[in-house]
């Protein structure tokens, strides 16, 4: 495990509540069933003046939520870069996780190898692993993915509904999520004519 030591101090509940979502912390490092005796970058996922009571959620720079306590004695609390401060073991990141959709025209066995193998060289053999591979035919069609408000809008057309176009290739769906509040509409692709007239 890497660590290395920063010193911090931490911070009461008033303090961190004057906080913004820019500003560096240090929570617990903990993960779900793998307790870690060091802590973790991570930022507040809402500004801390919007704290009513209860516990402050804050989101480490390795995607793991926590909520805390900073006040609670027996908790670990919230801990900011402070050279007055004492030092504390901070983890840190082994690499980047990337997950990738990836596209072959034509794809066959041999040119996903030629990918990986690409890979592999400009990393380093044993450093990029295939986690879980998917090999999945894609038709050869494409539609029209838009986002629009879930409550959509009676009595309105189709033309004047608030949406956004989104992409035009139906597999990509797959690897999406819609914004919070919006839905997906799919409809068959639709090439854009510009009917604008030239001089």
Same mark, same amino acid.
């Given at each position: ?9 931490? &911070? /009461? ?6 906080? +913004? ?9 903990? /993960? ?20 009513? +009571? ?13 909520? #805390? ?20 073991? #901070? &983890?840190? +990141? ?43 035919? #894609?038709?050869?069609?494409? #539609? ?7 409550? +959509?809008?009676k009595n309105t057309s189709n033309q004047n509904r608030d949406r956004r176009a989104l992409d035009i290739y139906p597999t990509r769906v797959r690897f999406m999520e819609p914004s919070d509040g919006w839905k997906f509409i799919v409809e068959p692709h639709k090439e854009i004519v510009d009917e604008?007239?030239?001089?």
């Amino acid at each position: 495990m890497n660590t290395e030591k920063v010193t911090a101090r931490r &911070l /009461t509940a008033e303090e961190v509540s004057e906080l +913004g979502l820019q500003d560096e912390i240090f929570v617990s490092a903990e /993960t779900d069933g793998l307790p870690l005796d060091c802590y973790a970058p991570a930022f507040l996922t809402e500004p801390g003046k919007n704290f009513e +009571g209860g516990s402050f959620a804050a989101k480490t720079v390795f995607d793991e939520e926590i909520h #805390v306590l900073p006040d609670d004695a027996e908790g670990r609390g919230i801990w900011i870069a402070d050279k007055t401060g004492e030092e504390i073991e #901070v &983890l840190q +990141g082994a690499g980047v996780l990337l997950n990738l959709a990836l596209f072959v025209p034509n794809g066959n066995k041999e040119s996903l190898e030629a990918l990986y193998g690409a890979a592999r060289d400009a990393f380093g053999a044993g450093i990029v692993q295939r986690w879980n591979e998917e090999v999945v035919a #894609v038709p050869d069609i494409k #539609v029209d993915l838009f986002e629009e408000p879930a409550r +959509g809008r009676k009595n309105t057309s189709n033309q004047n509904r608030d949406r956004r176009a989104l992409d035009i290739y139906p597999t990509r769906v797959r690897f999406m999520e819609p914004s919070d509040g919006w839905k997906f509409i799919v409809e068959p692709h639709k090439e854009i004519v510009d009917e604008t007239p030239t001089i």
